[in-house]
């Protein structure tokens, strides 16, 4: 691996001594060719006062000359090097953008050169993330082992209790009602785990050859067919504004996408209340609108919907797991379509630009 | 003329090994086990089996191997493909290489019920095709796709049709709710709240009005059964 060699050499010298840095002797250099003029300068000026015809015309051409080459190279130099820094510097802060806005520790910066003090600056800042990516690594890793080892224990429990629940057929109604209720609680935390599962192997990118090419439309039209009893529980009318629209991805995720969507939808608006769903498919933007009337999300709290577990305080009573909007964003980042959260006006407008 | 089901298990992980044949062999039905890829193919293409449940991870030959061996001879036995994770990718490879239904670990074991009687029975009945389903007074006519409550039409939207048209051909099993979102829906999904409990409490409305009786009933943490009787 090439970054693993680059790390070795790099921990040999890790204290640099300011005498062996490159900038060091670029200085140096810089302070030569600027005493080179100065002194050639100053003689030249000190023979003009001598008036000494002879000797003016020839030494003192020469040292104008020596002076004013000595300040052309160091001009040609200087420019040259501000283009120098001044790029790496860029490259180093583009990369630092590029990971904030992405969230992706993979992208490292760019190094061509060796000698100098700001690549030597963009290796270190290279090792720095390395470190962190395989903290993160560490952290993500110890989640999934986590759902992954608890899963199947749940699984054996579960399976111990809705047994239990058909042997014992002569036990009281309230235990069996008890037991059951019990299984429907391991069925949830077995939900939870999983949805944390498929959350963490979207995020890796491991999920997702099973691209094709199919009608958003008609999975918005199904997604809609499966929850409109759900909405009419409530009272609510769903109405949708449906258009086909051709898309390559996973057809399965994408209905997921829009039930989690839809389910979010029904669950936080209030009885009677109205959603709706447009699809838009123009030239320039192919776009799923849903728009609902209920208590939408505050400002603040916008850019904290997508967090893993996030639950608005006002909204706690409101069963769920915190992991919608996570798997939602997950998906649509996998598929390159983004997501965004408005004001409705009153309620919420949640805009998917595929 | 009672048939007793004989199902071959190939799984190396030898807890859940027990753990299935056990219960399996419970119910009364006769269970072969086999720990490896090799024993796996050797029993299968040797033995006579209604329903063989296979690890897609085993040591020796792996699980998709020994599926599309058999299907490469012409074997037709029903295949259940057990799974670690829920990739999707795996789910979509293990159907092409022949695999008829698709379980992912861990599983209820209503779950791997549900899904072996049900692949039995298509198994069974491939043979006659019907046109009429029935149980306890409700007639569903797939061909002119009506339905009789105790006699009387009952109108039906055309997803509460397929449900009971999905219950009504397993009747007398126990059909889980994944198991009506993957077949009545045709989509793989974990929904965050029980929608289809929805669906079948209207669906329950329409069809139970004339009749004093519940025709689908709630299998509690298991799903729904319409009674064979």
Partial sequence: MVRATSLTTLNGNK?????????????????????????????????FYQQNEAELSQTFVLLSAISIFALLIMGVIGYLISVFVVTRINRIADTAQDIIATGDLTKRVEIDSRWDDLSFLGDVLNEMLEKIETLMAGVQ?????????????????????????????????????????????????????????????????RQGSKFEIFDVGKVVHDAVDLYMPLAEEKNQTLTVDSKAISYSGDRDLFFQVIANLLDNAIKFTQHEGAIKITLKNSSNAKEIIIQDNGPGIPRSSVAKAFDRFYRDQEQQHIEGSGLGLSLVNAVLKLHKATITLEDNQPGLKVVVSL | MVVIMRILCIEDDQELLEYVSNGLTEIGYVVDTAADGNDGLFLSTTGQYDVLLIDRMLPGIDGLTIIKTLRGAGNITPIL????????????????????????KPFAFSELLARIEALDRRNRKSADIETCLTAQGVELDLLTRKVKSNGAEVSLQATEF??????????????????????????????QTNVIDVHISRLRQKIDKNSDNQLIKTMRGAGYIIDDT
């Avoid at chain 1, 005498?19 to 810089?30: E, H, I, P, Q």
């Avoid at chain 1, 890793?141 to 399976?159: E, G």
């Avoid at chain 1, 629940?165 to 785990?193: C, I, M, P």
């Fill in chain 2, 81 to 104: 493909i057990f799974s670690a994770l829920g990739e999707v990718d795996d789910r979509v490879k293990g159907l092409r290489a022949g695999g008829d239904d698709y379980l992912v």
């Fill in chain 2, 162 to 191: 397929r449900l009971l048209e999905y219950l009504l051909r397993h009747k007398g099993q126990i059909v889980t709710r994944t198991m009506l979102l993957e077949y009545v829906w045709d989509y793989h999904f974990d929904p």
């Fill in chain 1, 141 to 205: 890793h110890i989640t999934d082992t986590v759902a992954h080892d608890l899963r199947t224990p749940l699984a054996r429990l579960r399976n111990k209790l809705e047994k239990n629940t058909q042997n014992n057929g002569l036990v009281g109604r309230e235990e069996y009602e008890q037991q059951a209720s019990l299984v429907k609680d391991v069925d949830s935390l077995l939900k939870t785990f999983n949805a944390l599962l498929s959350l963490s192997s979207l995020e890796s990118g």
């Fill in chain 1, 15 to 47: 204290k640099r001594n300011y005498r062996s840095s490159s900038s060091f002797k670029v200085a140096t250099l810089f302070a030569v060719l600027l005493a080179f003029a100065v002194i050639a300068l100053s003689i030249s000026i000190y023979l």
